[in-house]
Every structure is written in C-alpha cells, then in structure tokens.
C-alpha cells in the first residue's frame, strides 16, 4: 500500500489484491493524514483475495478525490473505502465500471445516489455480479435489483447482469427493461429465453444490437398455426422490429440433438423478424452438425422461399472470433497502441 501511495503521482495502472481489509486505507491516506492524489491514475482494480463481503471498519475520508481521472474501475467486494470516496470527482471520465453488489456496496450506492441519467456521460461499460455469501437477500424482489443495476449506466451497454433471477417470470420482468431502452448490450445470466421472449425484449429495447442469453426452447406456436405456416406468421406479425439487432449470442445447455434443432429454428426465425441481424454465436461445440441442421432447415418448404435472406446469416462457436464487447480486449489493445504495437 506504501509503494502505491509512493507512486501516486505517476501511477496509470493499479490492480490490488487485499489481504486485510485494513490495509486499503494505506492506498489514499499519508502518515500526517493528508491524502494522495492519483491524479494519472486511469485503471483501477481492487479485489479481496479471500472473496469475502466483510465491509471495512474504517472512518470515511470526506474530503479526499484521490481517482480524479479513472477510467475503468473495477470493485470485486465490498465496497473498500466504506463510503463513495472512490466515485469521487471521476463521473465526467469514467467509461467502464465492474461491481460487486453487495450489502456493503448497495448500502453506499444508494445512500450517496452516485448514479444518475446524467451523472456518468462517458460510461459505456457496465459489469455487475450480484453476490451475497452471507446475511439476508440484499434486495427484496428481482425487479428492484434489476431497477438499481440498470440505473447504474443506463446509456451503456449492460453485460452479466440478471444472474438469479430463478423465482421471476419473463412477463414481470419486461415491463423494466421498457424504462431503460438505451441499452445496446445486454448478456442475461441464468434466465431462459424462448423465441416469443426474446422477440419482445428486443421489439422493447429499439437500440439493442447483441443479446447474450440461454435458449430455452422455440416456444409453444400460436393456435391455428403449423410448422410450414410459422415463418410467413412471424413475419405477417412481428417484422421488422430490431432495426438494429445484429448478434444473437446463444448459450445451449445440453449437446442433445432436439437442442441443436430448436436453436437453428430459433434463429432462422428470429431472423425474419430482424432485418439486420447477421451473426449467430452459438457456445456449444459440435458446430458441423449445427450447420448441418441449419442448412437442411433452410431448404424445406417453410423456410426455402427466404433462403437468400437466411444464408448470409454467419454462424460461430467458441472456435469462431465472435464480435468482442470485451473491455479486458479494449485493455489489451490501447496498451498495444501505446507501446507501438508487439
């Protein structure tokens, strides 16, 4: 903490790991009680190494702005100040943020109200895990955990959020994402989509261009309405919508076969639906024969009349460069830039 708080002045890059919880005070605070200003600093990362929600026992530190110019902040457990010290005086920089929601860091999220519409112009990334290993659900439904994480950057894209959402319906759900629709980005973890449900989360977010998401399963088809039937209803019904919607990111929890063919069903007709979606990641292996299944789906009756249109769908896998919203890539490739390339 010693060498840290030494270097302050020309620091850009911090990653601590901490040992005692008491020891982060050493990163900001001098001997004589003055603060150090990291005024460079653009990275800063901190995690607890025994990933634990302990919350420091400390005084707060009201007049120090010791991150004035971050960049990216990544917290991994309780908040380690106690209060919004490290939120303070970079709302204007701040461009990708990771968190911990935990008792400790809602505590001070909420009681300081750090994010607003407005208070964050320049984020553009937001990660959150919700993690409580101890004490009482820190949140008393899912849709007001979904409130306070949406709010957090509700002009960014929202990555690895909704992660235990088990206990909730998709129909009670949806009505919030209608009060964010500036999401671009939005990676649902542990929540099952069918066709029907992905169509409306992403006829309700209208800027939406990449959904990463557990299929489910195509869905039960409407009354009255066959298999051949199915693609002229989706498109009579549903198209266009997600003008911009452009990548699907599937997750299929089993290599049975019947999964392999909802999923080509899923997409080919949520393609009909998207004007410009034109990437298909599908994480499983066995991609050969998810493209077997793909072509042999296209060429039946109810599929053929739109082969020229589904075609140009790419489909991938985990072997496959699928279009990354990787900040650690963004990391690596502005340290690259600067170093004038390896």
Same mark, same amino acid.
């Given at each position: ?42 990275? &800063? ?8 929600? !302990? ?39 701040? *461009?990708?943020?990771?968190? =911990? ?27 959150? *895990? ?43 759900? &949806? ?50 309405? =066959?298999?051949? *039937? ?79 249109? &589904? ?21 690596? !490739? ?9």
């Amino acid at each position: 903490m010693q060498l840290a708080r030494h270097n302050a002045s020309t620091l850009r890059f911090l990653d601590i790991c901490v040992t005692a919880m008491a020891d982060i005070a050493g990163v900001i605070q001098n001997t004589d009680g003055s603060y150090a200003e990291y005024y460079y600093l653009q990275t &800063l990362k901190l995690c607890d190494w025994q990933d634990s929600d !302990e919350m420091p026992q400390r005084p707060v530190f009201p007049g120090a702005v010791p991150f004035p110019n971050l960049r990216r902040l990544e917290i991994r457990f309780a908040n380690p100040f106690g209060d919004d010290t490290v939120f303070r005086g970079n709302a204007a920089t701040l *461009e990708s943020l990771s968190l =911990s929601l935990n008792p400790g860091t809602v505590r001070i999220l909420r009681e300081h109200k750090i994010f607003t519409p407005v208070s964050h112009p320049r984020l553009h990334y937001v990660s959150i *895990e919700k993690r409580s290993r101890s004490g009482p659900n820190i949140f008393e439904t899912d849709i007001e955990y979904m409130r306070l994480v949406l709010s957090i950057g509700p002009n960014a894209p929202v990555r690895t959020i909704l992660d235990s959402l088990e206990g909730s319906t998709f129909q009670s759900i &949806l009505p919030v994402f209608g009060e964010y629709t500036c999401i671009q980005v939005l990676k649902l973890e542990d929540m099952h989509l069918n066709l029907w449900e992905a169509i409306a989360l992403v006829k309700a977010l209208p800027l939406l261009s990449d959904l990463h998401a557990t299929l489910s399963v195509l869905g039960p088809r409407p009354d009255g309405v =066959s298999e051949l *039937e199915l693609p002229a209803y989706i498109i009579a019904n549903y198209a266009p919508t997600g003008k911009r919607f452009r990548c699907w990111r599937i997750d299929v929890e089993t290599y049975e076969y019947h999964v392999f063919f909802e999923a080509v069903h899923c997409v080919l007709l949520l393609a009909l639906v998207c004007p410009n979606l034109d990437y298909a990641a599908v994480e499983l292996g066995y991609r050969e024969v998810f493209m077997a299944y793909m072509n042999e789906t296209i060429a039946t009756d109810a599929f053929r009349p739109h082969a020229s249109r &589904l075609r140009r769908l790419l489909f991938g896998g985990p072997e496959n460069k699928i279009p990354s919203t990787d900040v650690a890539q963004a990391e690596r !490739e502005e340290l690259r830039a600067s170093r004038g390339g390896w």
